[in-house]
């Protein structure tokens, strides 16, 4: 989402892009994890990738427009600066070497909490986003399971307890499908499931 905003692209364009390159790159699945989001308004689930800065150039380069363009010559600048760097090496003093070790050293432990910062954002957006996978969709179905048994011992009233609870966790959780809550809130939609009183019995 973010490439298509940066490119002046649609989603699905880009995701379109990015199936054909999974198509033909070899360790693509190093440069492309699939995952999905929740949209805000109606809160469908949909596809989306997470990419590396590896899978972002693959991508970037098979853009066309003026901000692929633009992005394509800074590319090419700082691969000819990084040339330039390796054939033609300055010989410096002892004086210069050892400032030019201290910025270094400066400006590499700047960027490393930059990018602390950063990749505490993407895992906070990551995790907000992820639903859990089928194995702890199951984990949850169980929870529900003992605990309408353990509150009904008539069969024939369970199938209103299960539509209530299910409906309870949808309502409590905010999502359409008990299959959509977060992976980040199964421990505590299992242990409001053990705790669940029905309405009649409150």
């Known amino acids: ?28 699945a190093d440069l492309f994890y699939e995952s999905s989001y929740q949209h805000p308004q109606n809160k469908q689930n949909y596809r989306m990738y997470l990419i590396n800065r590896d899978g972002f150039t693959l991508l970037a ?3 066309t427009g003026k901000e692929a363009i633009q992005f394509k010559l800074k590319y090419i600048e700082a691969f000819n600066k990084m040339e330039q760097s390796l054939y033609q090496p300055k010989v410096l003093s002892e004086k210069e070497q050892l400032r030019a070790s201290m910025k270094l050293s ?20 990551v995790e907000n986003q992820i639903t859990i996978d089928h194995g702890e969709q199951r984990r949850l179905q169980k929870a529900i399971g003992s605990r309408v048994y353990e509150l009904e011992s008539v069969a024939e009233l369970r199938p209103k307890l299960f539509r209530e609870i299910y409906r309870e966790i949808k309502d409590r959780f905010g999502v359409a499908s008990y299959k959509d809550v977060k992976r980040k809130d199964l421990q505590f939609a299992i242990r409001y499931v053990e705790a669940w009183i029905p309405k009649r019995a409150a």
């Open 1 to 28: 989402m973010q490439v298509a905003d940066s490119f002046n692209k649609q989603h699905k364009h880009v995701l379109e892009a990015i199936d054909e390159l999974k198509g033909v790159a070899e360790n693509s």
């Open 61 to 63: 380069m098979g853009f």
């Open 106 to 125: 400066l400006e590499t432990s700047e960027e490393v909490e930059v990018l602390k910062v950063e990749v505490n954002d993407l895992k906070e957006k």
